[in-house]
């Protein structure tokens, strides 16, 4: 079954009732970031975004660029530097023709604290991407969540589980990731990588997009590129 398929497969199964935030941008793309939550998670909006998807002409065109969007803005600095690119339309957010976004959260929140509704509907959301074919075809995934996912044993090795992959380096007893990626960033600014067992998927961990600094950007390009050219896909 090719990627196609697979997608018309997930947005189907985000159409059941209860919908079910689908996401927006290329589904033929090698890169999929999944990020906290929408601002707008609506029945209206997600019935947006499932029209949106189907439009195979308009699912992954352009966006007029929001100054207040930091996170898609960050979005685009990844994109970029992952492929070594200058966008052609530099008023323009273009970074969906190279990646496929949706969230881990159908619920909007302006809290950054868990509650039990959110881990609920953040527990029923990883057992839907575990169970979906089109999510675990791709070979890079970016968990730009922060809290919203862990892999520890407390929280039942969550990356672990739902995206098929190990922690890259020794964790802690309790498996927790011990120390910062590689380098260390300031306070609050991290990122871990795992891989599959036989290193066709790369799963990074890392902070919400919105505040990150540009050295980790150029790191975790860095990480994504070499991942995607052992591949074959740069």
């Keep these: 079954m090719d990627r196609e398929e697979l997608f018309e497969e997930f947005i189907n199964e985000c159409e059941k009732e209860p919908l079910t935030f689908c996401g927006q941008g290329n589904p033929n793309?090698?890169?999929?970031?999944?990020?906290?939550?929408?601002?707008?998670?609506?029945?209206?909006l997600i019935?947006?975004?499932?029209?949106?998807?189907?439009?195979?002409?308009?699912?992954?065109?352009?966006?007029?660029i929001n100054s207040q969007n930091k996170t898609w803005c960050y979005y685009q600095k990844l994109i970029d530097e992952i492929y070594q690119?200058?966008?052609e339309e530099p008023n323009k957010w273009d970074f969906e023709k190279l990646a496929f976004t949706t969230e881990m959260n159908n619920i909007p929140s302006k809290h950054s604290y868990l509650?039990?509704?959110?881990?609920?509907?953040?527990n029923k959301r990883l057992q839907f991407?575990?169970?979906?074919?089109f999510i675990k075809s791709f070979p890079v995934v970016i968990l730009a969540c922060s809290n919203y996912i862990n892999n520890d044993k407390k929280n039942g090795y969550q990356i672990n589980q739902t995206f098929g992959v190990e922690f890259d380096n020794e964790p802690n007893s309790d498996g927790s990731p011990i120390g910062e990626h590689k380098k260390k960033y300031p306070t609050g600014f991290w990122f871990y990588t795992h891989h599959s067992?036989?290193?066709?998927?790369?799963?990074?961990?890392?902070v919400q997009l919105s505040q990150i600094q540009n050295d980790m950007i150029e790191d975790m390009a860095n990480e994504t590129r070499d991942h995607l050219t052992k591949l074959g896909k740069i």
């Design 29 to 44: 793309a090698d890169i999929l970031i999944i990020g906290k939550e929408s601002t707008d998670t609506s029945e209206a």
């Design 85 to 87: 690119r200058k966008s």
């Design 115 to 122: 509650t039990k509704e959110i881990k609920d509907g953040i």
């Design 197 to 206: 067992k036989d290193k066709q998927k790369l799963v990074i961990h890392t």
């Design 129 to 133: 991407f575990k169970d979906s074919r």
């Design 47 to 64: 019935r947006d975004k499932i029209r949106l998807c189907r439009d195979k002409v308009n699912r992954d065109a352009p966006r007029d």
